[in-house]
């Protein structure tokens, strides 16, 4: 029987403050969190050259608050090469990760930096809502894919009789010309290369 792999893949998430002392502070971290490190063997590029880039960045830090003539641009020239340095070892890191993906989240925070949090889209259901004029509805339902179009339908009497609405190439219609006041029931059914589907479950609305 064939086995399902639910384990999700960690991502790494790099949190660079944009002030160069906070950055300065960030990068030690990770060199320290790195050094030593079993799942880091032979990181890219060695640590001893991010630690270099660090101290760089120090000096021209130092001497940029001292307000000298060309020290700033020094300094944001240190800065963007260690941040560049910072970014070759966050490929490292989740290539360590992608290697054990069961331990992931917990190799890539061992580096001393993040997970990227997932996000989570709640899956789009079919629904019926007030449109923007009296006696409209505007209906949305799930999309099923490119090259695909939507059939709808419309019922006042309970899903006894059902009319036929304009054909749609997107997951979603507007309907106006209804009365306000009554309480319409709508389904719809996705076109694709394949054929028909089937209909949808069906969603009431109270016409405004």
Known sequence: MPTVNSTHRSIVSLKLPRACPGLITYA?????A????????????????????IAALQTAETAALSRAKGA???????????????????????AAADANLESGASII?????????????????????????????????????????????????????WVNLPVTIQAKANVTGLASGTTMQFRYRPVTKTGEGDWSQVVSLLVK
Not at 130 to 145: D, F, N, R, T
């Open 72 to 94: 700033a641009t020094v300094r944001n020239e240190k800065k963007q090469a260690l941040v560049v340095l910072l970014q070759q070892l966050k490929a490292t890191v989740q």
């Open 34 to 53: 790195m050094t030593g490190n079993p799942n880091f063997p032979t990181p890219v590029p060695p640590l001893s050259t991010v630690q270099q880039a």
């Open 28 to 32: 030690q971290g990770i060199v320290t």
């Open 109 to 161: 925070e061992s580096a001393g930096v993040a997970v990227r949090k997932a996000t989570i889209h709640a899956p789009r259901v079919f629904t019926a809502k007030p449109g923007a004029v009296s006696g409209s509805a505007k209906l949305i339902a799930k999309s099923a894919g490119p090259r695909s179009s939507y059939e709808w339908e419309s019922s006042a009497d309970g899903g006894k009789t």
